[in-house]
C-alpha cells in the first residue's frame, strides 16, 4: 500500500482556531486525497514524457467499454487533423493567388479552386467533429458502467479480511473516485487528441512552407504554454489551500445544526464558541486568497511579457524574411494562421494534459484496486461438503486478525477445539473480547484460521482438492476441511443474524427477503417470517405495508425503532432457511417480554425443524435450555457442557456459574415482588422436579436461590 500523503498545499495557511479545534490542517485520510498536490510536480518535459502513457490508459477503457465508438473517435480526429492541414495548403494557395500581379477579378478567378478547397475541409472538419463528439459522448457513460462493474464485480468477492483492512479501503476510496476519472478521461483524450493532431498539422504544414517557421512557432508558443501551466498550477494551489479552511467551517456549521449537537450547544452555550471560530478561520483564508491571487497575477504578468515578447521576435523575423526576398507575402500570411492555430493548440494541449495526468493518478489507483481484489479473492470451487452434515468441529483454532504498519498482534482466539452438533442449540457465552463474535465468522467462513505464517484473516484456497493442514488448526465440516471446501457451500448452509446487522435502505419486502436474494421473494413467505418473529406487528403499522421503504430522509420512507428492526432482522434470518443459524445478541433492543417470545421461537426452530441454533448472548438465563454451552475466556474455551453441568460444582470450573449467580443476584436486587413470576417451562423457585434447582429466569423472579427440593 501507498504511503500515507504529505500536509497540503495549504499547511501554511493553517489558522490558530484550526491549530486548537483540530491540532492542525483538517485533511481527509482517505483515498480520492492520496494524490493532493502530486500535479504541481508535473512539467513540461514531463508531461510530453507521459503523454504515450495515459493516452495509452484511455484507449484501452475506451476499447473495453465499445470498441466502435472508439474507432469513430480515432477516425474522426485523425481526419479533422488532415483537413486541417488541406486547408492552410489551401488557404496558402488563396493568398498566392490574390497577392499576385493582375486583374482582380482573374486573381479571383484563379483563387476559386482552393477556396472551395478551404470551404469543404472546414464543412469536413465540422462534421467530424460532431461525429467525434457524438461517439465521445456514447463512449462516456459505458466507460464508467465498465469500470464501476469491475470493481464492484471483484470487491464483493474479496475476504472479509481485506474489506477490514484499513489500507485497501483508502485504495477503494480512490478506486471509486478512479471510475469517475476514467469517464473524464475519455473526454480529456478526445481533446488531447485533437489538439496534438492539430498542432502536428501546423508544424508540418510551416515546415513545408520554409524551414525556420517551424522554430518561430516553437519560439512563440513555448511561453504560452508555460504560461498556461504555471498558472493553472496557481489556480488549483489556490482551490486547495481554500478547500482546507472550507472544510473546517464546513464542519463547524454542520456542528451548530446538526441534531445530536443541539442540546448541548443551547444548554453549554457553544454557539459563539463555534462561531468565533468560525471567523478566525474565515479570515485566515481570504487573507491566504488575496496572497494567491496577487501572486497568479505576478505570474501572469510575467508570462504575458515573455509570450509578448516572442511573438515580437516572431513577427520580426517573419517581417526581415519579407523584407530580405526569402518568403513570399503569401507564406507569411499563411505562416501566421499556422503558428495562431498551433499556439492555440499547444495551450489547449497543456491544460487537456494536466487534467488527464490528475485524472491518471486515479485510474491508476482504479487499476491496482482490481489487481488487489483479484488476488485477495475468496477462492472460486472447492470440496464440497456432505449433504447431511453431523457436526462442525473446531481442533485447535488460532486466528490473529491482521495488525497495522507492520505489527504483530496477539491472537484473538487461541487453540480453541469444541464442536457444533447439527440440529442442536449452542450457546456461546463469555465476556466482552473473549472471542464469541470471532468464532462464529470463522464458523460461517467469512475467516479462516491462521496459515503457517500466522496470517490472520487471509486463509487460502485449496490446490486440487486436497486437505490443507494449517498452523491455526483446522475447522472440519464432518471430515472436509474449511480450508479445502468450496466456501460458497459454507455460506449457503449459514445465516447471520448479527448484534449490528444491516438495515438495507429498501422496502421491508427487500429488507426479509434479502436473506434468501437468488430467489425471486415470496410475499407470503416474507408474511409468515415476520410473524415467526413478531415483525408483522411493524408491518401492521406501515403505510404501505411490504413495499414501504424503511430508510429515512427519503420521500415516502419510514423509520423504525431499534427493537422493531431487531424483529426484521430475525424474520430475515429466518426466511433464509439455512441449516445454521447464528445468532448474535438478537434481543440487545428487546424489551422482556419480547426477549422472551424471541428465545421461545429460537427453541422451538430446533425442535420443529432441526435446525442448529449458535446463540451468543451475555443474558445467561436465556442459554438454560441449550444442549450445549461454550464459555470463552480470553479467546480459550474455558468449559463446555450442559447448563446442568457447568452449575454443578462438581464438574463444572466455576466460570459460567459464577457468571449466572451475579447476573441473578443483580436482577434478584431489582426486580420488584409485584414482577415476579415464573415460565411454564423453567423449573421454578421450589419445584418439585427431580435434581437440583438454580435461579431462575432473572427477568421474572426475584429469587436467586439455589435450594434443594
Known sequence: ???????????????????????????????WERHEGAWLKLGLWAMARGLPRLAGTGVRLAHLADARALRVVLGAELGRGIAQAVGLVAVNSVLGHLLTEGATNDRLA??????????????????????STAATGTLEPKVQRVATERYLGLVHRVELAAVEDDEFHRLLDAARYGA????????????TLNSAISLIAAAGVLTVLHPVLLPLLVLMTLPSAWSSLTISKQRYLSFHTFVQHARAGHLLGQMLTQQEAAAEVRVHDVGPFLLGHFRN??????????????RAARVGLIADAAGGLATLLTYGALGLLLWGGAMELAVAGTAVLAIRTGGGSLDSLVLQVTDMHQESLFVADYERLCREAEARAIPAGGEPLPERLREVRFEKVTFTYPGSSGERPEPTLREVSLSFPMGKIIALVGENGSGK???????AGLYLPDGDGGEGGTGGGAGEGGRIEGGGGTIWWDDVDARAADRSQVFARVALMSQNFFHWPFTFRVNVGIGRPVRPIDDRAVEEASAYSGADEVLAGLPRGLGTLLARGYRGGHQISGGQWQRVGIARAKYRRAEILIVDEPTSALDAVAEQRVFDQIRALAADTGQTIVLITHRLHSVRHADLI????????????????????????GEFRDAYLVQAAAFAATVPPQAAGTHDDLPARGSSRSGPTYPTCPTCTTSASTEEP
Open 630 to 653: 461454550h464459555v470463552l475466556k480470553d479467546g480459550r474455551v474455558a468449559e463446555s457442557g450442559t447448563f446442568e453441568e457447568l452449575m454443578d460444582e462438581r464438574t463444572g470450573t
Open 110 to 131: 484563379r483563387a476559386v479552386p482552393a477556396l472551395v478547397v478551404v470551404a469543404v475541409t472546414a464543412l469536413l472538419g465540422s462534421l467530424l467533429r460532431s461525429a
Open 1 to 31: 500500500m501507498s504511503e500515507k500523503a504529505g500536509p497540503g498545499p495549504g499547511t501554511a495557511g493553517v489558522s490558530e482556531s484550526e491549530r486548537l479545534l483540530f491540532g492542525g490542517e483538517l485533511a481527509y485520510d482517505i483515498g
Open 281 to 294: 478561520m474565515a479570515e485566515t483564508s481570504e487573507r491566504e486568497q488575496t496572497r494567491l491571487a496577487q
Open 437 to 443: 463474535s470471532t468464532l462464529v465468522k470463522l464458523l
Open 180 to 191: 469517475d476519472s476514467a469517464r473524464r478521461m475519455i473526454r480529456y483524450c478526445t481533446n
